[in-house]
């Protein structure tokens, strides 16, 4: 099997700079158990911070290193999540949309690393001055929430600026990444690795509904819509700066022009929607994916998406790059 070294597998006792996002309700612990054991860190999507379920999936995980992403601005309202968190000796706590200084220091006592994904210049100092250990550059591809800048310009822009004023604290790039090609562009960025969301979101591990899936390889990036109806209709009262990135369909497109009318409609078309999601009905259940989709040809298991990503990797880095005419 092909390995790429860098600071981040050597900081963390990694095989490959992959690290898998903690896509909430998505990335339960058999996805995050699965890429570890692969070689890479795998990450439980915690989320909105529903401690039952982060229980669960951590029982799910089994005894393989894993961690969990939260996102900051719910942990606010809900800090208690994060003892529960800590609790499971997670590897890294992966936190991000917000501020993550009031966390630090008990996931620092606890002896967890610090990840901070951030999507702006202004969130990459304030994660520096929180202690994070690794930052994650976040591009506006991505699936789910992101904020504006793109993947190409943020993250050598981060680099840079890490080199100059937190020379020990590691990258990594996300965003638009689902194969080979985007491994060995982020490390040319001056990354440390990637994270990969979409391209784990189609893994066999993931929980999504196989339709979702089947409509994503159907598609292309060109699919992709930012939205606002999708956190609408599922209550969700997200800060303004992150746009939410999923497959557009009827459903986004009837009410993304009228929110004040989804609003009052909230009640009969959240239960649409909810019961549209567990059955894998993609005309009104958007599927939350980003750009990366136009890459993904098929369903495949954690360990066999980073192998051969990490394999087309290693033979562009090596000079094998060929364009067929």
């Given at each position: ?84 968190v ?10 991000s ?30 994660a520096?001055?929180?202690?994070a ?35 020990e ?5 996300a ?22 969301g ?5 893994a066999a ?30 209550g ?47 005309a ?21 998406i ?5 394999a087309?990797?290693?033979?562009l880095?090596g ?7």
């Amino acid at each position: 099997m092909a390995v790429i070294e860098t600071r981040f597998t050597r900081a963390f006792g990694l095989k490959h700079p992959i690290l898998s996002a903690p896509m909430a309700r998505v990335a339960g612990g058999a996805l995050a158990a699965a890429v570890t054991r692969a070689g890479g860190l795998g990450l439980i999507g915690g989320g909105y911070g529903d401690a039952g379920w982060i229980t669960a999936e951590f029982g799910a995980a089994g005894n393989e290193a894993v961690g969990c992403g939260l996102i900051t601005w719910r942990l606010a309202e809900r800090p208690e999540v994060l003892d529960v968190v800590l609790g499971r000796s997670p590897r890294a706590v992966f936190l991000s949309f917000g501020d993550p200084a009031p966390y630090a220091p008990a996931i620092a006592e606890a002896g967890a690393a610090l990840i901070c994904q951030v999507q702006s210049m202004d969130s990459a100092r304030a994660a520096v001055s929180a202690g994070a250990r690794v930052i994650v550059a976040q591009g506006a591809e991505a699936g789910g929430h992101a904020g504006q800048r793109a993947t190409m310009t943020l993250v050598p822009e981060v680099a840079d600026y890490l080199r100059r004023a937190a020379p020990e604290t590691l990258l990594l790039a996300a965003g638009g990444i689902a194969d080979g090609r985007g491994l060995a562009a982020a490390l040319m960025l001056g990354a440390d690795g990637v994270l990969m969301g979409t391209r784990f979101w189609a893994a066999a591990e993931a929980l999504v509904h196989e339709n979702q899936v089947a409509a994503a390889v159907a598609a292309d990036g060109d699919a992709t819509v930012r939205t606002s109806s999708v956190d609408v209709v599922r209550g969700l009262d997200w800060p303004a700066g992150f746009g939410l990135r999923v497959m557009g369909n009827e459903f986004s497109a009837r009410w993304d022009g009228d929110l004040d009318g989804l609003r009052a409609n909230a009640a009969e078309e959240a239960e649409r929607w909810s019961a549209a999601y567990e059955a894998g009905d993609v005309a009104v259940a958007n599927p939350i994916a980003g750009e990366g989709i136009g890459l993904i040809k098929g369903r495949l298991p954690a360990a066999e998406i980073i192998e051969d990503t990490v394999a087309e990797a290693k033979s562009l880095l090596g000079g094998g790059w060929k364009r067929d005419v």
